[in-house]
């Protein structure tokens, strides 16, 4: 037998193994490796993956000295490279206006790059350079803290599945050409967009997540949607847009989205669909849709109720609902049409695979209590009904248990939690 001190175990390992092994570490480790031995040189050179961050290099105190580290380890690491590269991802918030970041793009516009993520520093934001442009095999795009200006001669990512766009600057018709432009398009994500009015055409597209300042949101052609997230804030010319509007919301956002499996609706999103609530004309049934997410719902505002009824009352295939309240208590407190359940509610509705419902910032006013009684009233499944009271709603929590307890339920396993927070 030989000598199995001198054995070099590493060296004999297979080169599909030296690759898997690479693939797992992290690329300063990764780099290091060619130290140890012959068969690792320049190996992670070969890496189609790269993924740089702050701990690349040494952390230092001295700001300056930290970033040019960086900014030498990446382009080394770029300029020793062999082949393709078909990820890169650069998270750091050290990075402000780096010249080097569009030297480094064009570099792999070269490389048939495939995803791409830039998540830069916190201050000052980058333009990103048109050579972004010149990836025409992206896949995958995730762009942070940005500015994005797509040239006119720009015919589209061809191949792009997701996009990724959070506090991007980019122009209203600029990012609907975008958007058009990616035929394969599948996951859609625009967060803190500023007063953009957004008409969305794509028709493989199938996530959607929005958050921001929209003045208007529609959906021209996105017939395979499954999946609906939005958030809106709202500023006074936001505001005062809305209020001039002469179109439907419910329509434009919802009207064309038959395939929806879970819609998940935040801060003013069903304010925004209660706006010239025209749903008469709408003929869409909800088959697809399992669960529901409405937060900051006002129950004194009779169109959101009405919205909120809509939605439920033409989705046969409910099966978790979740509501958080957001009422003017003293305003709610005073309503007067509490005729309007009978006359608005259709009489042969039931919800007949609703079975987890959670209710939540509840403040027990009138609409909010009958909303309740609807419910249990006409899910006859149903499993669980979670309610949470509104923290600053004390002295009414006793009267609103008192009356939950009253409503008749039209399932026999129904459990009724009532959590004090």
């Avoid at 030989?2 to 690759?19: M, T, V, Y």
């Avoid at 993520?117 to 972004?132: A, D, Q, Y």
């Avoid at 804030?233 to 179109?247: F, K, L, P, R, W």
């Avoid at 998940?264 to 669909?273: Q, S």
Wanted: net charge negative.
């Amino acid at each position: 037998m030989g000598d199995s001190s001198n054995l070099d175990l590493i060296s004999d390992l297979p080169q599909s193994i030296i690759e898997s092994i690479l693939t797992r570490l992290p690329i300063r480790d990764a780099v290091r490796t060619s130290f140890l031995s012959s068969k690792f040189r320049y190996r992670w050179a070969t890496l189609t993956h790269l993924v740089f961050d702050e701990d690349c290099v040494t952390l230092s105190n001295d700001r300056a000295l930290f970033e040019d580290k960086l900014i030498n380890f990446i382009t080394r690491a770029l300029f020793l490279h062999e082949g393709p590269i078909h990820k890169f991802q650069l998270c750091t918030s050290y990075l402000q206006s780096c010249p080097e970041i569009d030297q480094w793009i064009l570099f792999l516009s070269r490389k048939d790059i495939k995803e791409l993520v830039l998540e830069l520093g916190e201050s000052e934001w980058i333009r990103i350079p048109s050579c972004l442009f010149k990836c025409k095999k992206l896949i995958r795009l995730e762009l942070f803290r940005c500015e994005l200006d797509p040239p006119p001669t720009f015919k589209g990512f061809l191949c792009l599945k997701s996009l990724n766009l959070y506090q991007v600057f980019v122009a209203s018709d600029a990012i609907e050409s975008l958007i058009s432009s990616c035929p394969l398009l599948e996951r859609l994500s625009l967060s803190y967009s500023d007063s953009l009015t957004l008409n969305i055409y794509a028709p493989n597209l199938k996530y959607l997540c929005l958050e921001g300042e929209f003045k208007d949101i529609c959906l021209q052609n996105t017939p395979l949607l499954i999946e609906m997230s939005v958030a809106m804030y709202m500023t006074e010319d936001i505001a005062e847009h809305m209020q001039q509007s002469s179109s439907c919301n419910f329509i434009k956002l919802l009207g064309s989205v038959p395939y929806l499996e879970r819609l998940t609706g935040r801060i003013y999103f069903t304010k925004y669909l209660s706006i010239d609530d025209d749903r008469g004309r709408l003929s869409v049934t909800y088959s697809h849709l399992k669960i529901i997410e409405l937060y900051q719902v006002s129950f004194e505002d009779m169109k959101e109720i009405l919205v909120v009824l809509h939605l439920i009352t033409n989705s046969p295939n409910l099966k978790e609902l979740q509501i958080s309240g957001s009422s003017n208590t003293l305003a709610a407190m005073e309503a007067t049409d509490l005729d309007f359940w009978d006359k608005e509610c259709p009489s042969p509705c039931l919800f007949e695979r609703l079975k987890v419902v959670k209710m939540t910032e509840m403040s027990g006013v009138p609409h909010e209590m009958e909303f309740i009684k609807f419910l249990l009233e006409r899910s006859p499944v149903l499993e669980v009904m979670s309610i949470m009271p509104c923290p600053s709603v004390m002295d009414g929590r006793l009267n609103m248990l008192i009356e939950l307890v009253r409503f008749r339920r039209a399932s026999a396993r129904a459990e009724i939690l009532f959590i004090q927070c």
